[in-house]
T-cell receptor, first 113, second 112 residues
């Protein structure tokens, strides 16, 4: 198993600002995933973060809006840039050690006002 | 294309009733993994079960049970004798090259 610490757990931000979300894993993992869950919706993958290479973004998500860092095998950050109220969501990081499992952080509940 | 369908958007039951949450998936892979998660109002995702495509045995864990049928591409979840604490959103998901593809979720409300 893997234990994931994600912070902040929640934040209220002003539109036009940026927020960086941190994800720390208690073991080394190759891939880390970032998901977004808009209010009342399901989870959608934003990007896959591999250590030592640029993140791979899903359709509809761009690096300028959601820059991701992956400095080592246990840590990643997701930045939500130039926020608007439409960015109000829960953001979750996830890891899948062994290629068959899927563990999630506690999530970051973001409200943009 | 990989896809997960949870046709039930919302289910409401009275405490102690049994309830089944449906999940139908689409995949071309012969080896795949299916998951169920619970999401209470606090927002975190609570892992419930993982099932690989080679294991079609039904599984029971306390009041929870899962019925996996490859012939119908379904992975249904039953809660026996539901309780108010079971109220949450439940997601079925399919693993695809590391990432998860989620269904739309089923909101379960258990009334006292």
């Amino acid at each position: 198993s893997a234990v994931i610490s994600q912070k902040p757990s929640r934040d209220i931000c002003q539109r036009g600002t940026s927020l960086t979300i941190q994800c720390q894993v208690d073991s080394q993992v190759t891939m880390m995933f970032w998901y977004r869950q808009q209010p009342g919706q399901s989870l959608t993958l934003i990007a896959t973060a591999n250590q030592g290479s640029e993140a791979t973004y899903e359709s509809g998500f761009v690096i300028d809006k959601f820059p991701i860092s992956r400095p080592n095998l246990t840590f990643s950050t997701l930045t939500v840039s130039n926020m608007s109220p439409e960015d109000s969501s829960i953001y979750l990081c996830s890891v899948g050690p062994g290629g068959t499992e899927a563990f999630f952080g506690q999530g970051t509940r973001l409200t943009v006002v | 294309a990989q896809k997960v369908t949870q046709a039930q958007t919302e289910i409401s039951v009275v405490e102690k009733e049994d309830v089944t949450l449906d999940c139908v998936y689409e995949t071309r892979d012969t080896t795949y993994y299916l998951f169920w998660y619970k999401q209470p109002p606090s927002g975190e995702l609570v892992f419930l079960i993982r099932r690989n495509s080679f294991d079609e045995q039904n599984e029971i864990s306390g009041r929870y049970s899962w019925n996996f049928q490859k012939s119908t591409s379904s992975f249904n979840f039953t809660i026996t004798a539901s309780q108010v604490v079971d109220s949450a959103v439940y997601f079925c998901a399919l693993r695809d090259t590391g990432k998860l593809i989620f269904g739309q979720g089923t909101t379960l409300q258990v009334k006292p």
